[in-house]
């Protein structure tokens, strides 16, 4: 009776790991912190995600930013990317899911 339920308990945590994945370009647009949206039906909207490795392939405005990181010693600074594009659906899907173990948690 107890291996039904380590197998259930296994097939969530893989389930879980699986979710917690990246998804892959072919998702984008996607947000994590979605930024302002305008009042238009259905709302076009900015993302605030920030990358050091540069935007998605398909962003037509790629905004350089150069940052300050005080971590690294005085006067050191950090190249951040972030797409400025307005997008209908750039708010709806996001880029990375919950953890595995908040999954997990929810679940029992």
């Known amino acids: 009776m107890r291996r039904p339920q380590v197998i259930l308990v296994v097939t ?40 050091a490795h540069g935007c998605h392939p398909e962003c037509k405005k790629c905004v350089r930013n150069t940052l300050t990181a005080d971590d690294d010693g005085p006067g050191s600074t950090v190249r951040a990317y972030r797409c400025a594009d307005m997008l209908t659906n750039f708010c709806e899907l996001r880029c990375t899911t919950a953890p595995a173990a908040a999954f997990l948690g929810e679940v029992f």
């Open 12 to 51: 969530l945590a893989v389930l879980g790991v699986l979710a917690a994945l990246p998804l892959g370009e072919g998702s984008w647009p996607c947000c994590d912190d979605c930024g302002i949206c305008n009042r238009m039906m259905p709302p076009k909207c900015r993302c605030n995600d920030i990358s």
